[in-house]
């Protein structure tokens, strides 16, 4: 696995296992994330070994957001059989997806702001895989989503239930917070094709794991997501499919919330208010 990442200052990085070097002492064309999308998309990113500056390990690295800005932020609901049982919901027939606005990201690390209490007393955190188009693209196959797709972001998502609950109509206000979505540090880029599907989610709070399913479990996989809205409208670099979450745990200020996905990598954030 290759990974793409950008400093706390906004340089951008090219890692392996454990540790990162700029972007540019591997690929000198390259200036930012966003410009090695298409390269990772097409699997055509050097290697951390051919760099000519010296590797620094993960460790003593400060992480800000994998991409100065993202492109259009999709999440999808009710994804796992599993979770739409527990919310009493039908499991969906299409994708059921709603779109977030920009100003939901945080960076890694949070924190997570939680509303006034005016406005929502029961705010959930939900662990999910995310995929990062590389290309602009339109109505693709399921079977070439891999040659359109830069790479895989574990995310914190949230939802003020209780607005939501009030009415399903105001998805788009209960999870439209500021700080409502968390990702990872850094872009996993696989290195030939990836099979997600013996992948494990896990949304942990203090330390307790509050959900945890397969990719495999999803009602709609996230080659099958892209593929669907591929044919609605134009992806492009940078725009962001969160692919559902396995279950949802109710967060308070002072609560550590951790998205897990296996081979793809964590994301922690503090919750305050």
């Known amino acids: 696995m290759k990974y793409l990442a950008r400093t706390a200052t906004g340089d951008p990085l090219l890692g392996d296992d454990g540790r990162y070097v700029p972007l540019g002492a591997v690929e000198p064309d390259l200036k930012s994330v966003r410009n090695a999308l298409p390269r990772a998309a097409a699997g055509d990113l050097g290697d951390v070994a051919d760099a000519t500056a010296d590797p620094v390990p993960t460790e003593d690295v400060s992480f800000g957001a994998p991409l100065a800005s993202f492109g259009k932020l999709w999440g999808i609901g009710l994804n796992y059989e599993e979770h739409a049982g527990d919310l009493d919901e039908q499991r969906p027939e299409e994708p059921a997806s709603f779109t977030k606005p920009s100003s939901v990201l945080t960076g890694p690390g949070g924190p997570i702001r939680l509303p006034p209490e005016s406005q929502s007393e029961r705010v959930t955190a939900e662990a999910e895989l995310a995929v990062v188009m590389g290309r602009t693209c339109r109505n693709v196959d ?17 939802t003020a239930e209780d607005v939501l609950q009030r009415n399903p109509r105001f998805l788009t206000r209960a999870k439209s917070y500021d700080t409502f979505l968390v990702p990872g540090a850094a872009l996993a880029v696989p290195e030939g094709r990836l099979d997600l599907e013996p992948l494990s989610v896990r ?14 479990n999803m009602l709609f996989p996230p080659a099958e997501i892209v593929s669907f809205h591929s044919d609605v409208m134009t992806l492009e670099p940078g725009d962001l499919f969160s692919t559902g979450t396995p279950g949802a745990a109710p967060i308070d200020p002072g609560d550590e919330v951790r998205a897990v996905v296996e081979s793809i990598g964590t994301v922690d954030a503090p919750v305050t208010r």
Request: hydrophobic residues 40%; glycine residues 10%.
């Open 142 to 158: 399921e079977a070439d989503v891999g040659n359109v797709v830069a790479g895989y972001l574990p995310v914190i998502d949230m």
């Open 203 to 216: 949304t942990e709070v203090n330390g307790e794991v509050r959900a945890e399913n397969e990719v495999r």
